[in-house]
């Protein structure tokens, strides 16, 4: 398997098991150190960002992806996420680094004014 293998196998693999709501299967494409940045939430570490999954994807009502786009330690995927809540669907770009075929930094990018209204209930 070469490394843009592996960076697309460990990116797909996150994205589809977190929206599916699986958490362990997610945290087997993290690495350490690990590092999440979103407009509302950022951790320094894997454990405090899959904590923060299991309440995401229960608002979570589907996912269209737009766009995958792979290099040999990263990956950018763009993707619509359909929500059971006043925002409805959000334009979401994701962009991934990777050491040894391990996901290490996600930086998660969308327009968060829309969820200014719930700010309350996203931030932990």
């Known amino acids: 398997m070469t490394t843009l293998d592996q960076t697309r196998s460990a990116v797909r693999g996150y994205h589809e098991a977190r929206f599916r709501g699986d958490v362990a299967t997610a945290a087997t494409h993290l690495g350490e150190p690990f590092h999440f940045l979103s407009p509302f939430i950022s951790s320094g570490d894997r454990t405090g960002h899959l ?4 309440g995401f994807v229960s608002i979570v009502t589907g996912v269209d992806l737009i766009s995958e786009l792979y290099g040999e330690a990263e990956a950018t995927l763009v993707y619509d996420v359909h929500t059971a809540t006043p925002v409805g669907t959000q334009r979401t770009a994701e962009h991934f ?28």
């Open 97 to 124: 680094r990777l050491e040894d075929g391990k996901i290490t930094s996600i930086a998660l990018l969308f327009d968060a004014s829309p969820w200014q209204a719930m700010r309350s209930h996203i931030e932990p």
């Open 51 to 54: 904590a923060t999954l299991p």
